[in-house]
Nanobody, 127 residues
């Protein structure tokens, strides 16, 4: 069973930065593609970024160039570095694992196979 616990959310002004962390159970990174999704109030959950077990990354267009996904295998921790934040980035951010990375990076495709989720961490960006 995969366990995921997010942290690092908070409130920040537009243009600022935050780094989210996701602590994963052992061996998760070697067996799963890891991803970050987000969900704003009244909106569908959407993909943000994903990183394969070999380190290959991909990003949603709306965060490309501003967000960076990475992982520390020794610490079993996934990260999402978020820079140049915008008010529209305000959402609950979720860490997730899936056997293979999803193309396209959508909630529909991601959940079409066995997947695991953390409880989420809130990010609020004020203008």
């Amino acid at each position: 069973q995969v366990q995921l616990v997010e942290s690092g959310g908070g409130s920040v002004q537009a243009g600022g930065s935050l780094r989210l962390s996701c602590a994963a159970s052992e061996y998760t990174f070697s067996r799963y593609c890891m991803g970050w999704f987000r969900q704003a109030p009244g909106k569908e959950r959407e993909g943000v970024a994903q990183i394969a077990s070999d380190g290959t990354t991909s990003y949603a267009e709306y965060v490309k160039g501003r967000f960076t996904i990475s992982k520390d295998n020794a610490k079993n921790t996934l990260y999402l570095q978020m820079d140049s934040l915008k008010p529209e980035d305000t959402a609950m951010y979720y860490c997730t694992a899936r056997r293979y990375c999803s193309v396209p990076l959508t909630y529909l495709y991601w959940t079409s196979a066995t997947n695991y989720w953390g409880q989420g961490t809130q990010v609020t960006v004020s203008s």
